[in-house]
């Protein structure tokens, strides 16, 4: 069964500091490695996504850190503002040409205090 | 530019009964997909339509069912309601063809079975 751990379940980060959230797979069949943001009431918004045979993604204040060897991604957020205060997931697609289909993460619930 | 929409936004029901929520996905994008997400957890991938045609499908019964009209837009449908239904349902398209097409998720309907 194709899976997606997250951790850890919450986050509470100071204002100013770096939030990691990590992830793990257990399935080798994995294309593509998006990360959603999601604010209450509101649906998952891509953030940043990663492939496998790159090692690092930035954009802006967000990096994706990838190792394909150990199976795990995670995403650093630089600077953390009260204003990322949100629920991050993360997810990878199946190898399958379509583009469809994620398998999500549990859900990092972050907190930045002021 | 409208992105994603779904309607309603609320739905109560009572078990047993039968339900239908729409979706008109992303302009350009002919693609959707369904995603469950209960209170608490990751979206989980319900099935993909593109064609009009069900192209893929997750661990869903076949109380769970769906179409996609010529406009590319979609219905999901769940017959025989359980308490267990209650989620926040997700729609996403995207573009074929984009081997590392993004989905945009709408805001979802969050479905309430009494």
């Known amino acids: 069964q194709q899976q997606v751990k997250q951790s850890p379940q919450s986050l509470i980060v100071q204002k100013g500091g770096i939030s990691i959230i990590n992830c793990a797979y257990e399935n080798t069949a994995f294309d593509y490695f998006p990360w959603y943001q999601q604010f209450p009431g509101k649906g998952p918004a891509l953030l940043i996504a990663?492939?496998?045979?790159?090692s690092e993604k930035k954009e802006g204040r967000f990096t994706i850190s990838f190792n394909k060897s150990a199976k795990q991604f995670s995403l650093h957020i630089m600077d953390s503002q009260p204003g990322d205060s949100a629920t991050y997931f993360c997810a990878a697609r199946p190898f399958s040409g379509n583009t469809g289909k994620l398998i999500f993460g549990q859900g990092t619930t972050l907190q930045v205090k002021p | 530019d409208a992105g994603v929409t779904q309607s309603p936004t609320h739905l109560i029901k009572t078990r047993g009964q039968q339900v239908t929520l729409r979706c008109s996905p992303k302009?350009?994008?002919?693609?959707v997909s369904w995603y469950q997400q209960a209170l608490g957890q990751g979206p989980q991938f319900i099935f993909q339509y593109y064609e009009e045609e069900e192209r893929q499908r997750g661990n869903f019964p076949d109380r769970f069912s769906g179409h996609q009209f010529p406009n590319y837009s979609s219905e999901l449908n769940v017959n025989a309601l359980l308490l267990g239904d209650s989620a926040l349902y997700l729609c996403?398209?995207?573009?074929?063809?984009?081997?590392?097409?993004?989905?945009?998720f709408g805001n979802g309907t969050r479905l309430t079975v009494t």
């Open positions: 990663i492939r496998p045979d790159v």
């Open positions: 996403a398209s995207s573009l074929e063809g984009g081997a590392f097409s993004p989905l945009h």
């Open positions: 302009s350009g994008h002919d693609t």
